[in-house]
């Protein structure tokens, strides 16, 4: 057991390095003149909580809660149908095709990013179908590259759960009587919830704390929490950045305690 339990060692330096560390100097600059750049009186203060009042940061927030909320719909309604297909196919290759969906995660999001703009100007490769779009820093363009995003991270939280479900109880459910459409609403989609909700919040938060994309495709006009962050930084107002840091964890952290709530297992999470 000691031999296990040491195993553990390098992952808590790691936790102690990389989260618990960072997470201290955030909190320090929110309380505080704390600046880890430049040299100053050193002094306690709560005057950067004041900017959580600021139209700035409210409309950011408002943003990032719009365009993500968005999102997030949109990718369940796809996301579930897809997940669904998938778990009851009979095919002997199910498992290849279901690693199909992976292929995109793996390239690089910021090339993913770059190409739907190429894509959504009106010169681009889709000028030889007879195609052309110009909704660079539409809303429009946000949100369907975000979906293409992060649908994945929708569709395989659902997949992991439907795919579990015991084949008895919808068996069971048809021998009662109750049709397709009953045994989906009373039984499939109840014992599917947990997925659900797993899948919801793993599109919800990276779509929130994005920067990059909102930067590309919004054309810099539209501002999200992500983005707010980044700007606030390259100005060099470090408590004002670790105080919006520190409100996206306080979300992360919510969202994440549903996700222990709803699948105490961890079968979901990716």
Known sequence: MKSVSRLT????????????????FIILAIVSTFHIFNAYEFRFTLQSLKFLADPIFLNAFKNSLKFAGISTIISLLIGYPVAYFFANMKSKNKTLYVALLIVPIWSNMIVRIIAWENVFKPISILNLFNLSFDIIGYDSAIIIAMVSMYLPFMIFPIYSVLEKIDPAYIEASHDLGASSSQTFVKVTLPLSLGGIVSGVIMTLLPAMTAFALPERIGGGRVVLLGNLIEKEIFRGSFTIAATVSFVVMIVMLGLFMMIVKFDKEGETLL
Do not use: A, E
Not at 9 to 24: A, K, T
């Open 9 to 24: 060692w390098p992952y808590l330096l790691w936790l102690f390095i990389l989260i618990l560390i960072p997470s201290f």
